[in-house]
Structures are given as C-alpha cells and as structure tokens.
C-alpha cells in the first residue's frame, strides 16, 4: 500500500561512491521499518540493510559492513543508502521496503516494495 521510489544509482568506478535514495507516500511512515535489498542479474534477491522506524537501530548483511550506511529522515519520509568503497560484486538493482518489524533479512519480511534503481560498479 505504501509508494516507494528509489533513486541515485548510476555507474561509478570501483572505489567510488553513490547514495541512494528511497521517497515514501502514505500515513505515518516512521512507524515502518525499512529495508535496502538488492538483485543481480540471474541472482536471488539479497538483504543489505534495516533501520528501524524511529529509535536509530540499523543492521547490515557482512558483506557491506563497514562500507554502506543506511539512514532515514522521518520528517520527509526518506530512506537513505550511502555506499562507499563500492565494488563490481556490488553492481545489483537496489531496491527499499517497508517492514511491520525491524531486522528482517528476508523477502517475506517486507511488504512494499519500490521499482528499484540500478547501480553498475565498473572495474
């Protein structure tokens, strides 16, 4: 029910950065969890990120730790993912969700998702 948008992807060198963006409509969305997932070509969706809806609790799947941020800012209903040190195995569509309950690592976990933004890491 939620509208989820993502942007910011675009190609970048290995090494580079991006930030990504997700703009969410509809009623109270601090009270959402919110997850960053991505896709590669002929791969299973993967869990990269969660921050919960308002008390400042993030998680990160191990192979971002330490490379990628995810942030929120509530007053304008904005999801953010700031990745650095980007890689070529980073190269996915990167897609946010909405989520009844922080931490979810899993698909089923969430249950809006965006059209999701590509993001290519060149080597």
């Not at 060198?13 to 997700?22: E, T």
């Not at 997850?35 to 002929?42: D, H, K, L, M, V």
């Not at 995810?70 to 909405?98: F, G, H």
Request: glycine share 14%.
């Amino acid at each position: 029910q939620v509208g989820l948008v993502e942007s910011g992807g675009g190609t970048v060198q290995a090494g580079g950065s991006l930030r990504l963006s997700c703009a969410a409509s509809g009623r109270t969305f601090s009270s959402y969890a919110m997850g960053w997932f991505r896709q590669a070509p002929g791969k299973e969706r993967e869990f990269v990120a969660a921050i919960s809806g308002s008390d400042g609790r993030t998680s990160y799947a191990d192979s971002v730790k330490g490379r990628f941020t995810i942030s929120r800012d509530n007053a304008k209903n904005l999801v953010y993912l700031q990745m650095s040190s980007l890689r070529p195995e980073d190269t996915a569509v990167y897609y946010c969700a909405t989520g009844r309950y922080y931490g979810g690592r899993h698909r089923y976990d969430y249950d809006s998702w965006g059209q999701g933004t590509q993001v290519t890491v060149s080597s």
